[in-house]
């Protein structure tokens, strides 16, 4: 069954490689905010240590899943199919670097997280806001709230990530990759953006300020 399903995906893939990688992405980021929909629950109900009698029934969110699935047809699908295709060639043909060696992952790596990471993160948290009726006041406040402490814990792992994705997995497959950690991506972004007010939050973000001092 299995093997059938990725054979499937690989002729999509080669066949209509825009249109895939976008509706995989929308798929993903989609079940990615009800896993995330589901840890708040779970945390908010363990916290206040409320009984299962006592505690309500989880229910899905199904306009907020409609709002992050859209994120992912619309932004990180084709953003993301032109960014990789187009950052392999670029660190190929105008840095001259050879493919897989050091340099040339470590290229890729600092770029992705230098240029493509912060875009990510400032339009999702921009985009929900607004997709949630909020004015740009409140909108410019949530980004002071969420967009340090995510660019933090991101920080720290998606360049290993990335490391493999660019080291091993050859250029076809890598979108393929990216999206299946855009699954957990998208669970902990929404994660973030449902923490609202947390306390650990408020210390990354009073962390990084005391950095820059």
């Not at 299995?2 to 209509?16: A, D, E, I, P, T």
């Not at 076809?172 to 972004?189: E, G, K, P, T, W």
Request: positive net charge; aromatic residues 16%; hydrophobic residues 45%.
């Amino acid at each position: 069954m299995m093997l059938r399903v990725w054979k499937w995906y690989q002729s999509c893939l080669s066949q209509h490689p825009l249109k895939t990688q976008v509706i995989s992405s929308g798929v993903l980021w989609g079940v990615g905010d009800i896993a995330a929909q589901y840890i708040t629950h779970s945390t908010t109900r363990n916290r206040l240590q409320l009984s299962h009698d006592k505690a309500e029934d989880f229910k899905v969110n199904w306009k907020r899943v409609a709002i992050t699935s859209t994120f992912g047809f619309a932004f990180v699908g084709p953003v993301g199919h032109f960014w990789y295709e187009n950052l392999d060639k670029f660190i190929k043909l105008k840095l001259h670097l050879k493919p897989n060696s050091a340099r040339f992952v470590a290229a890729k790596v600092a770029m992705d997280g230098l240029i493509f990471g912060p875009l990510d993160l400032l339009v999702f948290f921009t985009y929900m806001g607004f997709s949630t009726g909020k004015n740009a006041d409140q909108v410019k406040e949530d980004l002071k709230r969420d967009f340090i402490p995510a660019l933090m814990l991101e920080g720290g792992v998606w360049p290993i990530v990335q490391v493999a994705n660019f080291r091993y997995v050859p250029v076809r497959y890598q979108l393929l990759y990216v999206n299946i950690f855009c699954l957990l991506d998208s669970a902990f972004l929404s994660w973030v953006e449902q923490q609202k007010d947390a306390a650990w939050k408020q210390w990354l973000t009073s962390f990084a300020s005391f950095k820059d001092r």
